[in-house]
T-cell receptor, first 114, second 109 residues
Framework: GAVVSQHPSRVICKSGTSVKIECRSL??????MFWYRQFPKQSLMLMAT?????????EQGVEKDKFLINHASLTLSTLTVTSAHPEDSSFYIC??????????FGPGTRLTVL | RKEVEQDPGPFNVPEGATVAFNCTYS??????FFWYRQDCRKEPKLLMS???SGNEDGRFTAQLNRASQYISLLIRDSKLSDSATYLC??????????FGTGTRLQVFP
């Protein structure tokens, strides 16, 4: 398998603040990482593909200026939720594909915006 | 039509039962198929890949039917610890996975 870490695991913040979430592949390099969002009792929805050394690719309907993605190295991608609002409250999960082994998920970040 | 569809369940089965889930996909160009397990408020964890010839891992058997565009997961001798949501995932010729909504399994004593 492969290990992907994510930090923080939980965030509670006030409306209007920005929240940064880090995703790290611990024992392998990932030129691509994915960011998902999951609302209660719903499926994982892909938000964007994070590409090392280039711009992220966003899925339709996801605002790139609101969800800033930076893939700074082969083991780190960050997602910043800018000016968070209560409707942004969700479970944010990153993943990284390890060729030949599959796609591995971080433990997720539960964001609550008050 | 959704790209990947699953019966949300819940499937309530007694310990020791055999239970099967199906997952249909709409894109005939899909190339890779997976089953993930997700526990409540946790991230999905890869359960098994699904190979064309079908594959087995202990009590779990996965099968692919390309003609009918579905994959299946069979769990034999269900344990209480098998209670979870089972997600199927499909991708085409990109790295992106498309997930189903998941099928919830509840195993009772």
């Amino acid at each position: 398998g492969a290990v992907v870490s994510q930090h923080p695991s939980r965030v509670i913040c006030k409306s209007g603040t920005s929240v940064k979430i880090e995703c790290r592949s611990l024992d392998f390099q990932a030129t691509t990482m994915f960011w998902y969002r999951q609302f209660p009792k719903q499926s994982l929805m892909l938000m964007a593909t994070s590409n090392e050394g280039s711009k992220a690719t966003y899925e339709q309907g996801v605002e790139k200026d609101k969800f800033l993605i930076n893939h700074a190295s082969l083991t780190l991608s960050t997602l910043t939720v800018t000016s968070a609002h209560p409707e942004d409250s969700s479970f944010y999960i990153c993943s990284a594909p390890n060729p030949g082994l599959g796609e591995f998920f971080g433990p997720g970040t539960r964001l609550t915006v008050l | 039509r959704k790209e990947v569809e699953q019966d949300p369940g819940p499937f309530n089965v007694p310990e020791g039962a055999t239970v099967a889930f199906n997952c249909t996909y709409s894109n005939s160009a899909s190339q890779s198929f997976f089953w993930y397990r997700q526990d409540c408020r946790k991230e999905p964890k890869l359960l098994m890949s699904v190979y064309s010839s079908g594959n087995e891992d202990g009590r779990f058997t996965a099968q692919l039917n390309r003609a009918s565009q579905y994959i299946s997961l069979l769990i034999r001798d269900s344990k209480l610890s098998d209670s979870a949501t089972y997600l199927c995932a499909v991708n085409t010729n990109t790295d992106k996975l498309i997930f189903g909504t998941g099928t919830r399994l509840q195993v009772f004593p």
